[in-house]
């Protein structure tokens, strides 16, 4: 296993060897037509191959790069191995970006061809095709809806599959050139382009080369004992470093098998009927995964409410300690055994966790409580902490050792180091080649002796001798009387209250601090039906008084929590609004990644910031929004703005003493 | 890409209906109507409230016996029609409030759209055996390619009547998808709707007439979605036929702007 990546040092070097040494173990896996799909890594090498030939024939050269957009499907990871068995550059592209945004990553990577899931992904690189002079053709994999279209650039992956078998057929050598053409390739080469979100300005084009990618897939593999038995769901975006590395170079790495879901609406069906083993999911997927499961226990029979809520009071209690191996009392034992059969088997069940070793989260901070209820179920759930031009690993959680509030300890042949100035920095073989085309950002972001500024402030913690992550090191600021404002430290408060699905804090150089809240209306619209009130839209929701009373009251808390850990105590909310609209990343307010752009957001709702620190107790405001076709329309609203009790820090503080 | 070409106006008639009129008691629902659907078109029928809209449609599926005029389908003339013979006879449709079965998950209900295709008896498929079996998985195929294609896979397994409405009209279409229709009868496919909803619809509409190439003739109320969807409308009034032609030819009617979309200034 550990000399595999030494022999095989490229992805079609790995499919190759795969295809060799488990060739009839399942690769791949598409739900489709209901059904469960599946592909040996043999078989997925002889797709691959008449793919690349095609391409091959079609024109793509070494060193071209080519985007891939879509969905999770395996054909479109099938797209980037045949590109790069010819030495081209796959560039996954955000499914859900729009058009605009597309064309800028397009361009910018001066992609050659595209390989597209569907027509929808198709009608936005035509809408975008004049300012792309360099893209020549474009491939799909679902022809729905295609057949009117000009073919004269477009041709289905069926099309470029046939082109390639036939290319093979008609020429004995042509497989032998082909491998030729794999043995090229070599470990430093470019393997991968991924543009990131970035919260501030255009997205970077990071280089990373099979080195990065498969050692540090490699040492995730070691890191986590995964093997070729595993199970993962691939139903994260293509273009995040994430997708690429669990669902594509872990896979190939390791053996195991990805699988792919229906669509991205029955991820949570098609995991429970995998079953995965290993899975990766930002703190929002864990979150949903509770919200949902709560509200449906409020329309529960009363017998099953009661026995839910009592067993789920035992695995709080109990449920971690037995996890992480500590001593425990036998009566415990038992108790969480028949809770094990009554409540929490049935829910893994559900989510499609009875299988799981190992689940990471990562991207956010994750809510204390959301964090301790899978791992109370017996979930092995842990934190990681990762970034694009780390080829992810930086810091994770050993297993048995997991708290809600810190990222881990490095990685696998990863150094940390905290600068001055608090910002975290490392040095991995993950590292990054540095942004396309842009040596003074990567100047910027990497020092010539390899290490990396994250961005992000964080201290070593002395107790547990983990990574602890406070906030981007640029957005910790200082109220006008110099207190500490960390504002996603808040935010994140904030949110890990159901009801509250995102929120933006404002305080640096200000007197106070104030924040937009957006509500949760899964969870507030199960409230609502609840308690008789009457809603029509997102909007009216938003704006019910009530709603507002509820968010008044969780904030109050989070004031009491912010004055009980000290630091913090001057930067409590003193005035909030509930948004009218979610912040989306169609409009630009939260990043690709769903982080909040707060530049963007301060500009935009400049009004109600105004009307926040002006004392007003109600805003106008109208809003620009972009359909995901990129058509635009307005949302206008007047918002009631509200003053929460602040918490005497004095009283905490004696209380505390 | 949304527009409709103008190739299928010059095509085959499908349907034609001929000086049809039909009478409740002393209730005229429709009088002297004459009109085409040519294969391979998207056909609107709009008009005010009773203007006898879905009593045509009524008409065109046998469900109403006309008392006068003739109706002839794919060449063939007839008086009367029944509803059963008018499935067998390759024309389905959906209904102005949905018509499922409710307690059934939208993957059984699509399925019973086959029902008219199965050729295994009773006994044959409940031992659920042999041909039958065969048959079976056939069917599933063709009602999974169906789920598929109007993108309600997640609902598959849901209890219909659990589902929202504009969910409950798609799997509503997919039932008369299942039954491989070549003539589509749409009675208001988007009432109801929210503006997202409807653009699904739409999508969906033109998907399904450009992909299996079946004719459809709808009943509309929302002037921007017949507009953009029809190759061709046939406007109502009082059970009157007022204007037949392209959308820019009805939008320009003058009968057409004073009876039913308000008078112009």
Redesign the interface.
Known sequence: MADGTAEADTFPKLLIRNAQVRGLRPAIRHK????WQTWTWAQVLDEVLAFSVGLDELGLRRGDKFAVIGANRPRLYWAMCAGQALGAVPVPVYADSVADEMAYVLDHAEATLAVVEDQEQF?KVLAVSERLPKLLQVFYDEP??L???DHARLKSIDEVQRIGRQALAADAGRRARWQQSVAQGKGSDLSVMLYTSGTTGRAKGVMLTYDNVLISAQNGNTYDRLGESEEVIAYLPLAWIGDHIFSYAQSYVAGYCVNCP??G??VV?DRREIGTTYAFAPPRVYENLLTTTMVRMEDASAIKRRMFHYFIGVARRWGEKILNGEKVPLHARLLYGLGDFLVYAPLKNRFGLSRIRVSYTAGEAIGPEIFSFFRALGINLKQLYGQTEASVYIAAQPDGESFPDTVGKPNQDVEIRIAENGEVLFRSPGVFVGYYKDPEKTAETKTPDGWVHTGDAGFIDPKTGHLKIIDRAKDVGRLIDGTLFAPKYIENKLKFFPNIREAVAFGDKRDFVTAMINIDIVAVGSWAERNNVVYGSYQELAANPRVYEMIERHIEEVNRALVEEGVMAGAQIKRFLVLHKELDADDGELTRTMKVRRGLIGERYAPLIKALYEGATEAAIATEVTFEDGRKGTISARLKIRDVKVAPVAAALEKAA | MRAPSSEVLAGQVLLSVENVSLSFGGVKAIRDVSFDIRKGEIRAIIGPNGAGKTSLLNVINGFYQPQEGRITFRGETREKMRPYAAARGGIARTFQNVALFKGMSALDNIMTGRSLKMNRGFVWQLLRHGPALAEEVEHRRRVEEIIDFLEINAIRRVQVGRLPYGLQKRVELGRALAMEPDLLLLDEPMAGMNLEEKEDMSRFVLDVNNHYGTTIALIEHDMGVVMDLSNRVLVLDYGRKIADGTPDEVKADRNVIDAYLGVAH
């Open positions: 489709d037509f209901g059904i009608d729905r809806g057949r009117d279209y229906e669509t609406e029955t069906e």
